[in-house]
């Protein structure tokens, strides 16, 4: 059983920089493709960064291209979402999800297991 546990969230200012935690047990991170969801308030989930399993391909919303980094450290079997220059439209639930697909990573029905999620608040 696949579980992944979300941390690092918090409440920052326009500008600031967070990192989030995603802690994958059951699998070993190397073997499945990760992808990092976020949900505002009165919105559908989107897809804001995506990995796949061999990390040869990685994308990433334009909404977030040049400020957000996915990386992963297969020793702690653990996946990254570095966020940068913050803004306050990035405010959201941000969730880590997995899944051994390869193909339709943006799509968060190809995703077969899900944390909990963690706050992001960005004040201007």
């Known amino acids: 059983q696949v579980q992944l546990v979300e941390s690092g969230g918090g409440l920052v200012q326009a500008g600031d920089s967070l990192r989030l935690s995603c802690a994958v047990s059951?699998?070993?991170?190397?073997?499945?493709?990760m992808g990092w969801f976020r949900q505002a308030p009165g919105k559908e989930r989107a897809c804001v960064v995506f990995?796949?399993?061999?990390?040869?391909?990685?994308w990433y919303a334009d909404s977030v291209k040049g400020r957000f980094t996915i990386s992963r450290d297969n020793a702690k079997n653990t996946v990254y979402l570095e966020m940068n220059s913050l803004k306050p439209e990035d405010t959201a639930v941000y969730y880590c999800?997995?899944?051994?697909?390869?193909?339709?990573?943006?799509?968060?029905?190809?995703?077969?297991?899900w944390g909990q999620g963690t706050q992001v608040t960005v004040s201007s």
């Open positions: 999800a997995a899944t051994a697909r390869v193909v339709g990573l943006s799509n968060g029905l190809k995703y077969d297991y």
């Open positions: 059951g699998r070993t991170v190397s073997s499945l493709s």
């Open positions: 990995i796949t399993s061999s990390g040869s391909i990685t």
